[in-house]
């Protein structure tokens, strides 16, 4: 789909209307996710369905905390896929593309199941803002680091941004 990124924002900013600070955490995973999958020289279908995934990893908290009253990772994994599958097909996107797409949302916090470039670089961009909007201390990011960074650019804008 082309201009699929801009249709898949402009979706996720109505999705999270009134929750900026939401739209601004997935435009920064976004931002981070694109520059790492060029950079790390990824083929352009595998781009572009890590460009859709970074903005709607998180698509699962809305009906976490409404279902839950927690944005906990384990509720977004059961709870983004369908939402993310309802969202992509209303817009047309490929049956192969959305199950790839899903299966992403429905991992992100899982870090031992790391199974392709646009999980690893999907991983490194969520750290990369969480470790900021977190405020998390540089113990925790070296550890961070070493046990979930493995891009030589991911772990370049780790090292840059904050060691």
């Not at 809305?62 to 896929?81: D, F, H, L, M, T």
């Amino acid at each position: 789909m082309n201009g699929s990124i801009s249709i898949i924002i402009n979706e996720m900013i109505k999705y999270y209307s009134g929750d900026p600070r939401r739209v601004n955490h997935f435009l920064k995973v976004y931002s981070f996710a694109k520059a790492i999958g060029e950079l790390e020289g990824i083929d352009k279908d595998t781009q572009n369905m890590l460009e859709v995934t970074a903005v709607m990893h998180d698509i699962g908290i809305k009906v976490s905390e409404e279902k839950y009253k927690s944005s906990a990772g384990n509720y977004q994994e059961i709870e983004g896929p369908p939402v993310a599958r309802e969202m992509l097909s209303q817009l047309n996107f490929d049956e192969i593309f959305i199950e790839r797409v899903c299966y992403l949302i429905g991992h992100h916090h899982t870090y031992s199941k790391i199974d392709g470039i646009d999980y690893q670089i999907l991983i490194e961009a969520d750290f990369l803002v969480n470790i900021y909007e977190d405020e998390i201390r540089d113990i925790q990011i070296r550890s961070i680091k070493e046990k979930y960074f493995k891009t030589k650019a991911g772990i370049q804008f780790l090292t840059d941004l904050y060691l």
